[in-house]
């Protein structure tokens, strides 16, 4: 088992930065990706972000890209998402996921096989 913990949410204005954090125990050693998916209100789950445990490699959704940047410290067993430039429609409860089997990517929630509880992100136009 796996357990993860989303921090680092809250209220900001447009253009605002804000980093989140997602801390995992359990399990950890058997983790090949991490990710964070959104879900804005009325909205489906969407991908944001992932990243291979071993750093090597990340992927993000064309409407965060050049503005969120993942990363992770497998020494802390910490995953980050840096989000700049935040704009209103970035408004969503955000959620770590962390994906125990070796895909060539991390695109789709089906692949994750744990999820933290979520953390709220409001940017306010």
């Known amino acids: 088992q796996v357990q993860l913990v989303e921090s680092g949410g809250g209220f900001v204005q447009a253009g605002d930065s804000l980093r989140l954090s997602c801390a995992a125990s359990?399990?950890?050693?058997?983790?090949?990706?991490m990710g964070w998916f959104r879900r804005a209100p009325g909205k489906a789950r969407e991908f944001v972000a992932a990243i291979r445990w071993s750093g090597i490699g990340t992927n993000y959704a064309d409407s965060v890209k050049g503005r969120f940047t993942i990363s992770r410290d497998s020494d802390q067993n910490m995953v980050y998402l840096q989000m700049n430039s935040l704009k209103p429609e970035d408004t969503a409860v955000y959620y770590c996921a962390a994906s125990t089997i070796n895909y060539s990517t991390h695109y789709y929630a089906p692949q994750y096989n744990y999820w933290g509880q979520g953390t709220q992100v409001t940017v306010s136009s």
């Open positions: 359990g399990r950890t050693f058997g983790m090949f990706a």
